[in-house]
């Protein structure tokens, strides 16, 4: 069965520092891969998506991710974290065709210190 | 533009008893799906409906079920509720055309007593 492994529970970032979120996943092919951030009390908001083409997506709020086919990694990137970007983000594979469900991993919640 | 909407934002419900909750899909879609997420997890996939039919089902029992009207609206109906069912509930709608990303609604906190 598909799988989407978030390795860290609980990342910490100085303001200003740079951010690396992991995201691994397991699956036969080449899924549609998410980044969706959730701030407390609030649904999810996408941040970028990969279906296909240049491995590298740009998202918003100047988050980026790099799809990674050997590594079956999908990392989220921000070269200089604010304050307002703690939250927790989740990966997310889709899977089926255009039908697809969405299986998310267990998340990773970002605190900023200032 | 409005986004998906849900409601009730907030639910109280004792054990046995049966709750709706409703979503209002983004502007344009035509497909929603339904989501779980229990209290430090991730969303688990419920359901997804298009056409007014169930499509694909994640590993639920039968006491969830869902309904999808012909403005693409959509309910999830649980009954006989247990406690382990306090969670919040997600929609998210997208457009059944070719790789279209899901948006998600702000969810409704159910908990049950």
């Known amino acids: 069965a598909q799988s989407v492994t978030q390795p860290d529970i609980h990342i910490t970032v100085s303001e200003g520092a740079s951010l690396e979120l992991r995201c691994n996943y397991s699956?036969?092919?080449?899924?549609?891969l998410f980044w969706y951030v959730q701030s407390p009390g609030q649904g999810l908001q996408l941040l970028l998506k990969?279906?296909?083409?240049?491995?590298l997506v740009q998202g918003i709020k100047g988050f980026e991710a790099e799809f990674k086919r050997s590594q079956s990694s999908f990392n989220l990137r921000k070269p200089s974290v604010h304050w307002s970007d703690a939250a927790e983000y989740f990966c997310?594979?889709?899977?089926?065709?255009?039908?697809?469900?969405?299986?998310f991993g267990k998340g990773t919640l970002l605190t900023v210190n200032p | 533009d409005a986004g998906v909407t849900q409601s009730p934002t907030h639910l109280i419900k004792t054990r046995g008893q049966q709750v709706t909750l409703r979503c209002s899909p983004k502007?344009?879609?035509?497909?929603v799906s339904w989501y779980q997420q229990a209290l430090g997890q991730g969303p688990q996939f419920i359901f997804q409906?298009?056409?007014?039919?169930?499509?694909q089902r994640g590993n639920f029992p039968d006491r969830f079920s869902g309904h999808q009207y012909p403005n693409y609206s959509s309910e999830l109906n649980v009954n006989a509720l247990l406690l382990g069912d306090s969670a919040l509930y997600l929609c998210?709608?997208?457009?059944?055309?070719?790789?279209?990303?899901?948006?998600f609604g702000d969810g409704t906190r159910l908990s049950i007593l």
């Open positions: 997310a594979v889709g899977l089926g065709g255009s039908n697809y469900k969405l299986t």
């Open positions: 502007s344009g879609h035509d497909t």
């Open positions: 998210a709608s997208s457009l059944n055309q070719g790789a279209q990303p899901q948006h």
């Open positions: 699956y036969g092919a080449t899924p549609y």
């Open positions: 990969y279906f296909s083409g240049d491995t």
């Open positions: 409906y298009y056409e007014e039919e169930e499509r």
